[in-house]
């Protein structure tokens, strides 16, 4: 700069063209990090991301493990804790028995969830179900878990276990025919000699009174079978079967026997009293009462019909008179009450009496089953139930 002039001169080495690029450019070049450095910090954040993918992929499968059978193929099974059960153990048995795959993950779940209130008794899980719902059934006492069993109307002792057998496996039906054959399950409308029975294939056919159940978690055997002979009183004495000797002139237990024979011979609400009244007949006239269900009762599956007639058995009632020894199966209400209460006999102007002259020889003798519904046709004299016989076998409700 010169002050000669007041002005600012400027010095050739003041320029910027007067820079030598070697004085700055060793400041001025940007800084890149390692390539080899940022790959091996990219593969550690993946190692890690993958890590924990995998872990959380693993934890998921443990609390949620895929069906192994197939959509739709998972059913429920029985479990039982034991008295004293404590959480490993009842982890370790889970896991031996397919219901989870890991016991130590269900209890570090559990822990995290509230915990479990074991209580002895039976419980109904879903093998490789999300452990919660397994947790959940866990924590619900067995007293208030229920499964509905029904039994229908003429069902048999034997079937009544079967059918118990596949609703509830835990209850076996061979432990419900034992617990049946128990002398300690007594019925106030049984036989006044139980040694009459002796022999026979269920003491308690006949007792127990078909209906739907609902089995608690923690119910047995022996309980279930208490309240179906408690039931079977009840029904009884709301029919009026304490009164049977004044209404009928047959005592409870004969009453249950003939409602049993109108449980496997009538179909239809309209016949079952008249059917009590041909019963009734039979047995005051010394008749045998020739009634087909009673050939089949606790018969060989599938046994001809000609062999089962000529069978041996106090259940043959072609070849012997009165009543069989038992029930043949569990009555239901309405044919307790038919046989408490049979039709009574058709007046003479009936189509049935047609020929007969006296009242007190028209009466319901004899029936045949005579159409598809299952009805059948009653005949008063054996020359009409021949007619009515033959019309039901060109119909083809006979053999």
């Known amino acids: 700069m010169t002050s000669d002039e007041g002005k600012w001169q400027e010095d050739p080495w003041d320029g910027p063209d007067a820079w030598g690029s070697s004085d700055f450019e060793q400041d001025m070049v940007e800084k890149r990090p390692d390539s080899r450095i940022v790959l091996i910090v990219l593969a550690v954040v993946m190692s890690v991301i993958v890590s924990v993918g995998a872990s959380g992929i693993w934890y998921l499968r443990q609390l949620n493990p895929p069906d192994l059978a197939g959509a739709g193929a998972q059913s429920t099974t029985n479990f039982t804790v034991n008295p004293n059960d404590s959480l490993v153990a009842v982890s370790e048995r889970l896991q031996s028995e397919g219901f989870i795959v890991n ?45 509905k069993v029904t039994f229908p109307e003429g069902f ?13 496996p835990r209850i076996s039906p061979q432990d419900f025919l034992a617990t049946a054959e128990n002398p300690d399950f007594v019925s106030l409308f049984g036989p ?11 003491r308690l056919e006949g007792l127990l009174f078909p209906d739907t159940y609902q089995v608690s978690g923690d119910e047995g055997a022996a309980s279930l079978v208490d309240r179906m002979l408690r039931l ?44 009590a009244r041909v019963i009734y007949n039979r047995l005051e006239r010394g008749m045998p009462l020739q009634i087909d269900a009673t050939l089949y009762y606790n018969s060989a599956e599938g046994a001809p019909f000609s062999d089962l007639k000529a069978a041996d058995t106090r259940y043959n009632t072609y070849l012997y008179k009165g009543l069989p020894p038992t029930p043949i199966a569990n009555p239901g209400r ?53 007619k009515n016989v033959e019309a039901a076998r060109q119909a083809g409700f006979l053999p």
């Open 103 to 147: 016991a130590r993950v269900f209890r570090w779940y559990v822990a995290r969830k509230g915990g479990i209130n074991l209580q002895p008794g039976y419980y109904q899980l879903t093998q490789r179900s999300h452990v919660g719902n397994i947790m959940k059934v866990l924590n619900t006492s067995p007293s208030l878990t229920f499964t």
């Open 156 to 168: 048999t002792v034997a079937k009544i276990a079967a059918r118990l057998g596949e609703k509830i």
């Open 192 to 202: 006044a000699d139980p040694g009459r029975i002796e022999g026979a294939p269920f």
């Open 232 to 275: 079977m009183e009840r029904v009884g004495r709301q029919e009026g079967i304490e009164e049977s000797k004044a209404k009928v002139g047959r005592s409870p237990y004969e009453v249950l026997i003939i409602a049993s024979l109108i449980e496997r011979e009538a179909k239809l609400e309209v016949d079952r009293a008249k059917i």
């Open 334 to 386: 309405a044919a307790i009450r038919a046989a408490l209460n049979p039709a009574p006999n058709p007046p003479l102007s009936d189509p049935i009496c047609k020929g007969i002259k006296q009242a007190s020889r028209c009466a319901y003798i004899y029936y045949v089953l005579s159409d598809a519904k299952g009805g059948h046709t009653f005949a008063a004299t054996l020359q009409d139930h021949e």
